[in-house]
C-alpha cells in the first residue's frame, strides 16, 4: 500500500468540514479560557507644571512627594465615587507610581557619575498604572476616579479652592424685622460681591456650564446691591415698617452701645500701637538699619536696590516696625468701622422714634416690602445656583495650571489573547489533520488487507479503491 501527496491531499478534502469544526471549537475553547483568566491594567501620564516639582519640592515648599497619589485620604474618596466593590488596600496594591526620565538626562547622569560627581534629577512627568481585574470599565473607572480624586486633593492642599456662603432663603418666614432682613441680605450680597472679586484674574475665566464669568456673577450681584436693596430700605424707613418698633429700638440701642465699647477699645489699641511707633522710630534714628543707613556725620549712604519685584530678592521676613504698623492700620480700621456702626444706630432709633408721615400707606409699603424681600430672596437662590456651578468649573480649572494629564486613562490587556487564539487554530488545525489523515489510512490499509493486496501492488487510488466507511472496515 502506496500514498503519495495526492492521496493526503484528497483525504484532507474530503474531511475538510471535519477540520474547520476541529478549527472552530478550539478558537472557541481558546476564548472561553482567556475570558477565564484575563485581566486589565489602565495607565495615565500626568505632568507637575510648576518649577518647584523640578526642584524636589511642593508649592508649599515642603518635600515633593508623588506617592500622595495613593495617600488614604484620596483613596477613600475615589473608593466612595465607584459603584463597584473595590478595597482601600486593593487599590493601593495595585497602582504603581514610574517617574518617566528623558533619555538626555540619564546620558547625562552616567556621565556625572563616571567623573564621581553626584547627580540628582526630580523628574515632574509620571506614568500612573492600575492593574485592575476581570472588567475593563472597572479597572478604567477605578484609575479615572483616583486621578480625579488627586487633582482635588492637590487643590484643596496646595491651591486656593474658591468657595461662597449662602443666604438663609427663610429669612423672611422667621422672628426678623424688616430692617435686619434687609441688612442681612445687603450683609450677605456684599460678602460674596468682595469674594467673587478676589477671583478675578487678568484672563478671565469662564465657566463652560453656565457661560458666565466672575464679573458676570458680580454685576447680577452688584445690581441687587446697589438698586434692589436701596429700593426696600428706602421704603421702611418712609413707612416707619417694623413687627415690634419697641424691641426694635431696644436692639438698637444695645448694638450703639457694644459699638461705642468696641470703638473706644479700638482707638486705644491703635492710639497706643501710634505710641510703640513713635518711640521705636525715636530709638532707632541714630542705629543703622534697613531703614536707615547713618555715616560720615549724617550723609546717609543709601543703596537703592533695582527689579524690587524680582523673586529671588523679595523680603519674607518682617520686622518690628512692620508689625507696629500692621496692627495700627488694624485697630484704626475697626475703630472705624464700630464708629460708623455707632452712628447709624443712632440715626435708626432717631428714625423710628417719630411717627411716618400720614400722607403714607402703611399697608401698602408692607406689601411692598415682602414682596421684595421675596423676589430678592428668590433671585438670591438662583444666583448662588449658578455661583455654585461656576466654582466648580473654577476649582476643576484651577488645578491643570499646575498639574495636567498628558494622556486619557487607557486601558489594556495583561493576557495577550491573540497568541493564546493562534496557539489554540494551529494546535486544533493539526491534531483534525492527524485524525483525518489517521481514519483514511485505517481505512485504506482495512481495504487492501480485505483484499489480498500488498504494498508492491499499484493501484489507482482515485479509480479502484471506492470511498470506504466504517461500516465496510466492519465488515
Known sequence: ??????????????????????????????????DKIQTYSAEVVIRYKDGCVSNGYSLDGSKFDVNEIVSPKVIANANKDLSFNVTDDGIRANTKI??????????????????????????????????????YYETRDTLDKLIDNYFKYYNEKYLYLASVSEVDYDLNKQDYDYLEQAEILQSNIDSTISILESYVGN?????????????????????????????????????????DKDLLINKYTERKEQSGLMNKN????????????????????????????NKNNGDDDITIIQDVHDDERRISSQTTYDTLIKNYVTDSTAANDNSIDLKQCEDIIKIFSSPA????DYAEYEKLVKNDISDT??????????AFELIDDYNAYVPSKHIESLTGIRYYENVYSSLY???????????????????????????????????????????????????????
Not at 446691591?225 to 430700605?233: D, G, Q, R, V
Not at 430672596?377 to 449658578?386: A, D, F, G, I, V
Request: proline share 4%; glycine share 2%; net charge neutral.
Open 1 to 34: 500500500m502506496r500514498l503519495t501527496v495526492w492521496d493526503l491531499i484528497r483525504y484532507l478534502y474530503k474531511h475538510k468540514f471535519f477540520i474547520m469544526i476541529c478549527v472552530v471549537c478550539s478558537f472557541i475553547l481558546s476564548k472561553l479560557y482567556v
Open 98 to 135: 514610574i517617574p518617566i526620565v528623558p533619555s538626555s538626562e540619564e546620558k547625562l547622569k552616567e556621565s556625572k557619575q563616571k567623573l564621581g560627581e553626584e547627580y540628582e534629577y526630580h523628574p515632574n512627568v509620571f506614568k500612573i498604572l492600575y492593574k485592575g481585574n476581570h472588567s
Open 203 to 243: 484672563n478671565e475665566y469662564r465657566s463652560p456650564a453656565t457661560g458666565l464669568t466672575f464679573n458676570d456673577l458680580i454685576n447680577e450681584f452688584t445690581y441687587l446691591s446697589e438698586f434692589k436693596l436701596p429700593l426696600i430700605f428706602s421704603r421702611i424707613y418712609t413707612a416707619r415698617l417694623t413687627l
Open 266 to 293: 479700638n482707638s486705644e489699641k491703635a492710639t497706643l500701637a501710634e505710641d510703640r511707633m513713635k518711640a521705636y522710630v525715636k530709638a532707632n534714628v541714630d542705629v543703622p538699619n534697613s531703614y536707615n543707613s
Open 357 to 360: 408721615d400720614k400722607s403714607v
Open 377 to 386: 430672596l428668590e433671585k438670591l437662590k438662583n444666583l448662588y445656583t449658578t
Open 421 to 475: 487564539y493562534l496557539i489554540a487554530v494551529i494546535i486544533g488545525f493539526v491534531l483534525s489533520c492527524i485524525i483525518a489523515l489517521a481514519i483514511e489510512i485505517m481505512r485504506r490499509y482495512a481495504y487492501f488487507s480485505k483484499n489480498g493486496k500488498n504494498d508492491g501492488e499499484t493501484l489507482e487510488p482515485s479509480s479502484v479503491i471506492p470511498d470506504i466507511s466504517t461500516d465496510d472496515i466492519t465488515d
